[in-house]
């Protein structure tokens, strides 16, 4: 090839390569048989894209069933050749011959129509379907006889196709060319100087056949002519040509036409024969012509392959001459092809809360039929919320027309079908299936709108209360429920402190040990929050009430038990059946029948002589009090709730049946003997176990018992307390004057003796700060304090009494808070006479104040209970101990007269000193019992005086 003939092939593609774009459209014009990777157009440019947008759209090229001749190259934007064109191969002789394909982008979705003309080059040269033709020919023949000569094929088109023929050498035959409706060329040979077979029997020509391309390529048959003798006459077609039609898919053998021709010889010189003489298509394999010229259907005729057939007859004799005619053949359509749906695109799933008209499946349809057979509408199946929308004649697009829930529909199966309109319509269908993504629109929910839950105190902490659950209709992680304990407080503390909620499971667990007696219930929320983004969440309000549960036993208010001191109840003899020695006072700070309180009488000196309320705590005798019944009983009170299992405390009452002090004197110091015999067996129990330093630590106590005798005996006279116990003394004939037979008052007395003493006597100082029944033996006065006493009686004057102590009538619980006389309430009664019951009073008095000092520390209001109960028990609940100790058969109350307080102080200044200077002349008689000072005789003490002196 020459330079030249490149430049000139280079210069044709240039100009052959046009461009055109409208709505959407680009068309290109290439030459066949372009190199692989050559460049067809800048499609990025043509469209107005950009790369990025080729790239984020997934462009890609469609062509249907045919083969991809032409790629996209995103990264540059253009077109390229793909596959080796040829477009005798892909069109034949179709013009113009075109690929058509389409470009589809996504997100948005969008499409474009591309067309690329294949244009022709001159890469085949004409030839012929022989490579040798023979003829015949009588030397009769006459000048200008004809002879067919077989046309020759060029698969090129246009210039490149077949432009002409040449025979060589024309000696005897000349070339004679006819142009034919089709535009192909009747080739003929004429004679054109008669033959001689004496001279030439055989003749040898050569016919080229050249094309008009650059450079021109020629094909060349041979033809050899043999001479025969006289046959002047050619055949004869009765009509150039013929007509047929043919409906497609046809059966085999099906008759189209007849041809004939006539031979005005005889014999061999006039028969005739028929040929096909179609050279380079498939005519010859799908028809057929008899000897008779019928002319039949052998192969499959197909209207959307060809619309159109031409058939070339020829009809030659035996001896050699011919005519030629030709059949055309039309081809009817039949609805025979059902529509052809292609999807171009579509989307797998998309969100529940896209957008209506979202473009969800792009498709093409075609029918290759025509006229109605090729018409198509498409539609799909009811109830979704889809819908078709066409955006061409071939071109359809599935779009969303109304709002998705997943939750209703997770999915749509979507039905596509498209029919003809043939009158039997043809249809085909397919079926897309779309899912729809969750999105998070849906908070999550309680399976209820609140909780309550119970759980029984003293718990253990991690105990599982129970379980809150909560539930999304979202999907997957939208769906997952977490849930989270709202920040609050209970009390004015975290209620993390509290409980605990696992966040995957719901249950909430307590995280500390609950106490009924301190919180009875508390609230706080829940949130359950989805797993979405952003997360939604709901909450709920959970109540939690502690059950109570019996842990706490009966706790014993009064009497008060304590190590160092001990309170004794007095009953005169004079009491008669119901008489109200006491009442014991006890709580439960448990709740409903956990704190259902019962009182039994456990243990009794007597049993016959006390019993003790089931419901109240009073304990009161049941029977008359006798001459014969013991000074000293003890009772032991069990204090029972009313739990399961029950709990109980038990408290021990000491009480004296006498009508005055020095009776019981001797008696009661035993109370403070088997004190100190059971704290002693406890202490030698201990000395038990240590064997090893028995004798040493024995020897030790001796030589300081020694010692500390001797040293007392020097100074008894100073000790205070000593080891007796203080007893108080009660006028045998004082009133019960509330009339519910409780102790208004208590007094306190304190008794100085020898240490081997069973009696003493007494003496009578400023009151304490008490106001109990001391028995407490361990203290002592000291020295510079017992004369500082005893120097500043006589000028002291007794205060009037304390109304800090006095509790209101509310204050009184029970029928020992019922009010006596007025002037009981007010103090304003009369001392009682003779002056030792002012004594004695003023005794009581120091004991009521020495019991407040002791029990200061415990605050206000409390009366010896622990601060784990200060807030829900107040004074109202404390019964006034006061009350439990009376001064039975005496009407005296406590007052403020200064004038009797003074005859008090003289009276017991007075005794002091005698009983000083007795001591001090006597010291061998003080070691002795001494006997106790007779107390003034009240109307009741004398009457119990004269029994005792008749005894």
């Given at each position: 090839m020459s330079d030249r003939t490149m430049a000139r092939q280079v210069l044709l593609f240039i100009s052959v390569l046009s461009l055109s774009s409208v709505h959407g459209q680009v068309s290109y014009s290439i030459p066949e048989e372009m190199a692989k990777g050559s460049l067809v157009g800048d499609i990025a440019q043509d469209l107005g894209l950009d790369i990025k947008r080729l790239k984020s759209g997934k462009a890609r090229i469609y062509t249907g069933d045919s083969a991809e001749y032409i790629e996209l190259n995103k990264e540059r934007g253009v077109l390229l050749i793909k596959e080796r064109i040829d477009r005798e191969a892909l069109c034949g002789q179709t013009t113009p011959c075109a690929l058509h394909s389409q470009i589809i982008l996504e997100n948005p979705m969008e499409l474009f129509q591309i067309t690329t003309e294949i244009t022709d080059i001159n890469d085949n040269a004409p030839s012929f379907k022989k490579n040798e033709k023979r003829f015949e020919i009588s030397e009769s023949a006459v000048i200008g006889s004809k002879f067919v000569l077989?046309?020759?094929?060029?698969?090129?088109?246009?210039?490149?196709?077949?432009?002409?023929y040449s025979l060589k050498p024309t000696d005897n035959f000349a070339l004679k060319l006819e142009n034919q409706v089709d535009g192909s060329k009747k080739v003929e040979m004429v004679l054109q100087k008669p033959l001689d077979r004496e001279n030439q029997e055989h003749v040898s020509l050569v016919l080229t056949a050249i094309d008009g391309g650059e450079p021109r390529l020629s094909g060349t048959v041979q033809i050899h002519v043999t001479v025969l003798d006289a046959n002047d006459n050619a055949p004869v077609f009765t009509q150039p040509v013929y007509k047929a039609t043919i409906?497609?898919?046809?059966?085999?053998?099906?008759?189209?036409?007849?041809?004939?021709?006539?031979?005005?010889?005889?014999?061999?010189?006039?028969?005739?024969?028929?040929?096909?003489?179609?050279?380079?298509?498939?005519?010859?394999?799908?028809?057929?012509?008899?000897?008779?010229?019928?002319?039949?259907?052998?192969?499959?005729?197909?209207?959307?392959?060809?619309?159109?057939?031409?058939?070339?007859?020829?009809?030659?004799d035996n001896g050699g001459l011919s005519d030629s005619s030709k059949v055309i053949v039309d081809v009817i359509d039949i609805n025979d092809n059902a529509p052809v749906?292609?999807?171009?695109?579509?989307?797998s799933s998309i969100p529940e809360d896209s957008l209506q008209n979202t473009v969800v499946a792009m498709f093409s349809v075609h029918d290759p039929d025509s006229d109605r057979n090729g018409q198509v509408h498409c539609g799909i199946n009811e109830n979704i919320p889809i819908t078709i929308k066409s955006t061409s004649n071939v071109f359809y697009s599935l779009v969303t027309d109304s709002d998705l829930d997943r939750e209703r529909a997770s999915e749509y199966n979507i039905s596509v079908t498209c029919s003809d309109e043939g009158v039997s319509r043809l249809s085909s269908s397919v079926t897309l299936t779309l899912q729809i993504s969750d999105v998070n629109d849906n908070a999550p929910v309680f399976e209820r709108s609140s909780y309550e839950a119970y759980m029984i105190e003293n718990n253990t902490p991690g105990l599982s209360i129970f379980t809150v659950k909560a539930r999304d209709a979202d999907w997957n992680q939208n769906a997952r429920v977490s849930y989270i304990l709202e920040d609050s407080s209970v009390n004015g503390v975290p209620v993390s402190s509290y409980v605990s909620v696992s966040a995957d499971s719901g249950v909430i667990h307590a995280v500390r040990t609950f106490d009924y007696e301190q919180i009875k219930d508390f609230q706080f929320r829940v949130k359950a929050q989805d797993g979405g983004s952003p997360p939604l969440s709901s909450n709920v309000a959970v109540k939690i009430m502690i059950q109570d549960q019996n842990d706490n036993a009966p706790q014993v208010l009064y009497p008060v038990q304590t190590s160092s001191s001990m309170?004794?109840?007095?009953?005169?003899?004079?009491?008669?059946?119901?008489?109200?020695?006491?009442?014991?006072?006890?709580?439960?700070?448990?709740?409903?029948?956990?704190?259902?309180?019962?009182?039994?009488?456990?243990?009794?000196?007597?049993?016959?002589l006390f019993e003790v309320g089931l419901q109240n705590g009073e304990i009161r005798t049941i029977r008359q009090v006798t001459d014969k019944d013991a000074v000293k009983q003890r009772l032991t009170v069990v204090v029972e709730d009313n739990g399961q299992p029950s709990r109980s405390a038990t408290v021990n009452v000491n009480v004296a049946v006498a009508d005055s002090f020095p009776e019981v004197l001797s008696e009661f110091t035993d109370f403070t003997h088997d004190k100190e015999y059971n704290d002693n067996l406890t202490f030698y129990l201990v000395l038990a176990l240590a064997v090893v330093s028995f004798f040493f630590i024995v020897s030790i106590i001796a030589i300081l018992s020694v010692k500390c005798y001797r040293w007392r005996r020097e100074r008894m006279f100073y000790k205070s307390n000593g080891n007796l116990p203080v007893i108080p003394y009660y006028p045998p004939l004082y009133a019960d004057v509330g009339g519910t037979g409780t102790l208004r008052h208590v007094y306190n007395y304190e008794v100085c003796g020898t240490a081997d003493s069973r009696k003493s006597d007494m003496k009578y100082v400023r009151p304490y700060s008490q106001s109990i029944i001391s028995l407490d033996g361990k203290q002592t006065l000291p020295n510079a304090q017992r004369d500082k006493l005893i120097n500043d009686n006589g000028d002291n004057q007794q205060k009037p009494p304390n109304a800090d102590w006095r509790f209101t009538q509310g204050q009184r619980p029970g029928p020992s808070g019922a009010g006596g006389p007025p002037e009981m309430a007010m103090g304003t009664g009369?001392?009682?006479?003779?002056?030792?019951?002012?004594?004695q009073l003023q005794a009581l008095m120091a004991a009521a104040n020495e019991v407040s000092e002791a029990t200061a520390t415990l605050g206000p209001g409390t009366m010896g209970l622990s601060t784990r109960y200060s807030p829900q028990f107040t004074l109202q609940h404390v019964p006034d101990y006061r009350q439990n100790v009376y001064i039975p058969g005496s009407t005296a109350t406590l007052t403020s007269n200064p004038q009797q307080q003074q005859q008090q102080q003289m009276l017991m200044q007075q005794q002091m000193a005698a009983q000083h200077q007795a001591l001090q002349a006597q010291p061998s008689e003080a070691a002795a019992q001494p006997e106790p000072p007779k107390a003034a005789q009240t109307p009741a003490s004398k009457k119990k005086s004269t029994k005792k002196d008749k005894k």
């Open positions: 077989e046309k020759a094929g060029d698969a090129d088109i246009g210039l490149n196709g077949l432009q002409s409906t497609e898919n046809s059966p085999k053998g099906t008759y189209l036409t007849t041809v004939s021709a006539s031979d005005a010889d005889k014999g061999s010189n006039g028969e005739v024969s028929y040929s096909i003489s179609n050279s380079m298509d498939s005519v010859s394999d799908i028809f057929h012509i008899h000897a008779n010229g019928e002319v039949i259907l052998v192969g499959k005729v197909d209207f959307e392959k060809a619309k159109h057939y031409q058939i070339d007859i020829e009809a030659i749906i292609s999807v171009l695109s579509k989307s309170v004794a109840e007095m009953v005169p003899r004079s009491a008669d059946v119901g008489y109200l020695v006491t009442k014991v006072v006890a709580v439960d700070v448990d709740s409903g029948q956990n704190a259902w309180l019962s009182y039994k009488l456990q243990k009794a000196t007597d049993r016959a009369p001392w009682p006479n003779p002056p030792t019951e002012a004594e």
